[in-house]
Each structure stands twice: as C-alpha cells, then as structure tokens.
C-alpha cells in the first residue's frame, strides 16, 4: 500500500512539473517586457507569470536554478505568450534587445535656453519642456554647491558628447548632463576656491566668464588673473559676456546704450560676479578659475582673428593697443 502512494505521489508531482512547464497552448503573441534594474530572478519570474509568457513562476525558478543562470540584465526584451520556461530563459540569457540611442553634443560656453535647442533637436523634447524641467527646481546640484536656496542649472549642465537613449525625456537628460558635471570635476582641488575668498558655486561662475570670453586655450588662466585682480582692486568686471547674457537677444555688436541695459548680470553697472553662471563651461575653464594666472594684469582685449588676447596692466596701455586693432 505505502509503495503504491510512494509511486502515486511521484507520478503526481512529475505530472505536476510537467504541467507547470508546459504551455497551454493557443496562438502566441508577442510580449515586451521590461525587466527592472536589480530585479531578482523571483521578482522576473512573477512578471513573466503575470504577462502570460510562461504557466508558472515557480516553474521557471526552477528551470534556472537547475540551469545555474546569472542574473539576466535590466533592459527591453521581446517574449511570447505561452512559452516553456527553458525557451524564455534562454532568450533572456542571451541579455536585452540593444536599445536605440541618439547622439547629442553640447558644446562649451551654451547657455541652458541653447541647451534646450540641441536636445529638441534630436530627442521627442521640446526646448520649452526642457526649459520646464530645468526651471523645475526638482534636479539636484552637485553635493559641494551650496542649497540655502533653489539654484539655476545654468552653469552645470556638462559641455560633452553624449550617447543617449532615443526615448529620453527631458529629466533623463538633465540628469545625465549634471552627473557628468560632478564626474569631470570630482577630481579637482576645490580647497583652493575658499583660498580665492569664493564659494564652489562662485568659482563656476567665474569659470563661465572665462569660457564665454577666452577663445584660445592660452588665454584661460590669463582672463581668469584679471578677474580676480579687479575684484580684489574693488573695480567692476565690466566683462561683456554678461551683457550680452543680460540681453533679451544676442547682438553680434554690442552698443553703448547696450552697456546701460538694467540687469544683475550687467557687470558694468554692478559691482562683483553676477548671481549666477552665464553658460555651461568646459573642464579647463573650471580648472583655469581655480587656478589663475600670477599676473597683475587688469584689462585685455582681443587683437586678432584667431582669438588671441593682449592683456595689460594699465589703461592707458589698454586704449593704445586697442587703436593699434582698430585702426590696423
């Protein structure tokens, strides 16, 4: 009697194995499935019962761990109804269909609203969405800056190329720009902007006055010694990139009535930076604020087409070479 039960249980539990990795048949249907990062295979296996890929999430636990599978990676796959365990696990083993990306590059010295225009221009965003999600307040600064109040983006959204999926939204992309912005200058000595008598925040505002005005690499750490020198003096940087910020639109000439324009960021009216950056600067813009040039440089201006500035300290030296540009 004990061994027809022993047989009987046995041929009960292998049909019910058999059962619980068959499929129920019928016509197959196509099924996306999205599998979460760090989902374990418990968690995979319930989503697969739930979408009708296989009978039974037991029955797939099983099938894997008998098959000893590693973790099956975050990521689009595409699956069918009615599938044995073995079959769907050996498509999700062979790792998530690769997923379409687009090229997006921001180049130094953008402000946010330019920003805006690259990412409209190769994702499903449009700049006033970005600008929304940028002007949101929901997107964190990188740690070192200061949270005493909400801050502008303007400034941290990473000069680079990036590769980004196609069905990004604006958030996604925010995020990706302000993690590089805290990758790139993780390494650098930050200690040296309370040396400067400035703030971290401050020094990328500084860095962005640089990017905005140095057109050759030479001339970075230069720009940045004159900077620092007038506001030690007490004079006003009176530094045209922050009008033409101040501005409603961009000018290609900027006229006397210009440097008049009532604004914070017109620093020929104001004392000091202006309150926020005025573009996104590169690495050696921030490199080159934290590390200026010894010079007692106070004035420069640019003397050629490559971009080149001459650099003084004394006025009237300034206003000679620039009637030597002017009238050469």
Sequence with gaps: ????????????????????????????????????SGATIAEISELLEEKG???SAFAFRLVARLRGAPSIQAGRYELQTNMRPEAALEILDGGPIPEETVTLTIPEGLRVDQV????????????KEF??????????????????RARSLEGFL??????????????VVIERLLAQFEEEVSGLDWGRAERLGLSPYEIVIVASLIEREARVDEDRRKISSVIYNRIEQGMRL???ATVQYALPEHKPRLTYADYEYPSPYNTYLNDGLPPTP?????????EAALRPAKTNYLFYILVDDDGRHAFTESYDEFLNIKNRVQSG
């Design 53 to 55: 890929v296989v009978r």
């Design 131 to 148: 600008l929304a999600a940028a002007e949101s307040r929901r997107h964190a600064l990188p740690p070192y800056l200061p949270k005493r």
């Design 116 to 127: 805006a225009e690259r990412v409209a221009e190769v994702l499903p965003v449009t700049a």
């Design 238 to 240: 009176q530094i045209d």
């Design 1 to 36: 009697m004990l061994l027809l039960l022993v047989v009987a249980g046995g041929a009960g539990a292998t049909g019910l194995y058999f059962w619980a990795t068959g499929t129920p048949g019928g016509p197959a249907r196509a099924v996306p499935i999205e599998v979460p």
């Design 278 to 286: 005025i573009a996104s600067p590169g690495l050696a813009s921030i």
């Design 158 to 171: 990473f000069p680079k190329t990036y590769e980004l999926p196609a069905t990004a939204d604006a958030d």
